[in-house]
């Protein structure tokens, strides 16, 4: 398997509280990405990051924050947690431009719950 | 909008039983993704197409992208119940930039 760890794996959080996901890896990838599963709507691209403290923003960023200091280690924040952000959580990398010219690694998922 | 459209959602078949699950874009794509997921686990990539007209086979798994790169089908032959779980296609669309986007996943189940 990849070296991909996503912490924690679960997660019950009350409406209006922050909360941080982080995604380690130790294969050095340069690619980093956040999505979310839901049903109906697949997975959906949060943020992603090119390279330490290069990051941009995905198709539902709004409400979400990342952040990258070190090369292994992704964290994705929710400022103020709210129902809708009850989800699946999925972290992945990848070494190419992109994630299309390389193979992409995938976390185990994180799942998110907000009440 | 889905970039991606995925079909069927969901597909029951009996063991044995040969099955195609297909993925359009309405844009070009610069190449396509397939991948498995096992309920509550994380993506596992199958295959990569990045020609237009490429096929590609994995034990009994067949993925084909078309001509103009805007479609994909994955074909599973005499399908047996460890091919049960989520198929994903995914791809990276001409002119969106970095951004890599999914279909909304195929749930099959395979009956004994």
């Known amino acids: 398997d990849a070296g991909i760890t996503q912490s924690p794996r679960h997660k019950v959080t009350e409406t209006g509280t922050p909360v941080t996901l982080r995604c380690h890896q130790t294969?050095?990838?340069?690619?980093m990405y956040w999505y979310r599963q839901d049903p109906g709507h697949g997975l959906r691209l949060i943020h992603y990051?090119?390279?330490?403290?290069?990051?941009d923003k995905g198709e539902v960023s709004d409400g979400y924050s990342v952040s990258r200091s070190k090369t292994e280690d992704f964290l994705l924040t929710l400022e103020s947690a709210t129902s809708s952000q009850t989800s699946v959580y999925f972290c992945?990398?990848?070494?190419?431009?992109?994630?299309?010219?390389?193979?992409?690694?995938f976390g185990q998922g994180t799942r998110l719950t907000v009440v | 909008s889905q970039e991606l459209e995925q079909s069927p959602q969901s597909l029951i078949v009996q063991e044995g039983k040969n099955l195609t699950i297909n993925c359009t874009s309405s844009?070009?794509?610069?190449?396509l993704y397939w991948y498995k997921q096992k309920y509550g686990e994380g993506l596992i990539f199958l295959m990569m197409?990045?020609?237009?007209?490429e096929e590609k086979s994995h034990e009994k798994i067949t993925a084909k992208l078309d001509e103009k790169k805007q479609q994909s089908s994955l074909h599973i032959t005499a399908s047996q119940p460890s091919h049960a779980g989520i198929y994903l296609c995914g791809a990276d669309i001409i002119g969106t930039g970095n951004q890599f986007y999914f279909g909304t996943g195929t749930s099959l189940t395979v009956i004994p």
């Open positions: 990051s090119y390279g330490v403290k290069d990051t």
């Open positions: 294969e050095n990838h340069r690619y």
């Open positions: 992945a990398i990848s070494a190419g431009t992109g994630i299309m010219n390389t193979e992409a690694f």
């Open positions: 844009k070009t794509l610069y190449g």
């Open positions: 197409l990045q020609k237009g007209g």
